[in-house]
């Protein structure tokens, strides 16, 4: 099994690297709280960790894994025919239900909930995350602000690594795509990290906000918003 996968992953760094010569690929499964999946580089080899929930993946979804991985950590462009092939794999019911699963196991107790009376901050975070991120974004700490907070949508509090949402969303009057898109707002501001030596971080460059676009439902989500406060 383990020389397959490494096998995808020579492949696929060939199809995109034709010419370079290959490092040394170091690929494990790893059990992570949600279906995530990490690259790095160190001391010129590539370690590679995959969401252990991809451990019965067919090949064909390995080799899309391993092309978006590998694009992402060289900046090349990742076809669309692999991020189709992933995002199906990952969206069928089977996956979303494992994943489920795991991370009621593997949740760890928290004295702030992501659990909310309507909605579940890290279920929707690893929504989120499959569906624009492939995955990729390791979760922060997920929490309702303790207090109704009508000023603060939400924040990325990265001393405690936590995404905080304010709990006035935490309501069945509330649609789904709202709290999303401020889940979402805050999953960029992790992606696109800025260095500010203030307290307060929502800096939001070009590339953040052609990123924000492709939400679909932003101009719902921004007018619910904007009524609301
Ligand atoms: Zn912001």
């Not at 700490?141 to 405690?160: I, K």
């Not at 979402?184 to 590339?207: A, D």
Request: glycine share 4%; proline share 5%.
């Amino acid at each position: 099994m383990r020389e397959q996968l490494l096998q995808i992953f020579e492949e696929s760094y060939r199809e995109l690297r034709p010419r370079a010569p290959i490092p040394e690929l170091i690929v494990q499964f790893f059990a992570f709280a949600n279906i995530n999946n990490t690259i790095r580089l160190r001391e010129g080899k590539l370690l590679v960790r995959l969401s252990d929930l991809l451990e019965g993946a067919p090949d064909t979804v390995l080799h899309a894994i391993a092309h978006i991985l590998l694009a992402k950590m060289y900046r090349k462009p990742i076809s669309r025919e692999y991020s189709t092939r992933y995002r199906r794999y990952v969206a069928s019911h089977d996956i979303v239900r494992k994943a489920h699963l795991v991370r009621q196991m593997r949740g760890r107790k928290r004295i702030e909930s992501p659990e909310g009376r309507t909605y579940n901050l890290e279920e929707i975070f690893d929504d989120l995350n499959t569906r624009f991120f492939f995955g990729l974004l390791a979760r922060p700490q997920m929490t309702w602000s303790r207090v109704h907070a009508r000023n603060s949508l939400g924040h990325y509090d990265p001393a405690h690594n936590a995404i905080v949402v304010s709990r006035v969303f935490d309501d069945p009057r509330v649609p789904r795509y709202a709290v999303e898109y401020i889940v979402y707002h805050e999953m960029l501001h992790l992606k696109h990290p800025v260095k500010l030596r203030g307290s307060r971080r929502c800096v939001h460059s070009g590339e953040f906000q052609a990123e924000e676009k492709l939400f679909p439902q932003l101009e719902e989500a921004r007018k619910f918003l904007k009524h609301l406060s």
